[in-house]
């Protein structure tokens, strides 16, 4: 099972969130710096309205990924092979879980920076950043 979680627009967006309907988890943040009208004129410019469908939203971080954890299947959350990407434009360096690096590694070259560590939320429950 694969699930999409989209924490934040930068912002360049100006709140236009094309595509977030491919999204299967964001945050209330997200929603609420939206301009859903800039949103909805180029999905449907582009002929596709889903883009815009708003997905589940919850206020933190930490309760979509825990949300996420619970309901990926009979795999154990600690087997979970997660991706933390800071921009999905730049995807020079990205954090993964220690099951991401067990995968065969036929996707291309990465090097891996530092050793492995627990997912870090802030006080607000908010990932930190990548």
């Known amino acids: 099972m694969r699930f999409i979680f989209v924490r934040g627009l930068s912002a360049h967006t100006h709140g236009n969130a094309t595509g977030i309907g491919l999204a299967d988890f964001t945050t209330t943040r997200l929603v ?15 002929g596709y309205p889903d883009g815009a469908n708003i997905p589940v939203h919850m206020e933190t971080d930490r309760e979509i990924v825990e949300t996420a954890l619970r309901i990926i299947g009979t795999r154990p959350a600690e087997k ?7 921009n999905t434009l730049k995807v020079e360096e990205v954090e993964v879980s220690e099951p991401c690096l067990a995968e065969p590694r036929g996707q291309g070259e990465f090097s891996v920076l530092g050793s492995p ?12 950043p990548v």
């Open 117 to 128: 560590k627990a997912m870090t939320f802030d006080a607000e429950g908010n990932l930190l």
């Open 80 to 86: 979970a092979r997660i991706l933390h990407i800071r």
């Open 32 to 46: 609420k710096a939206m301009n859903y009208k800039a949103t909805i004129i180029n999905c449907l410019t582009a």
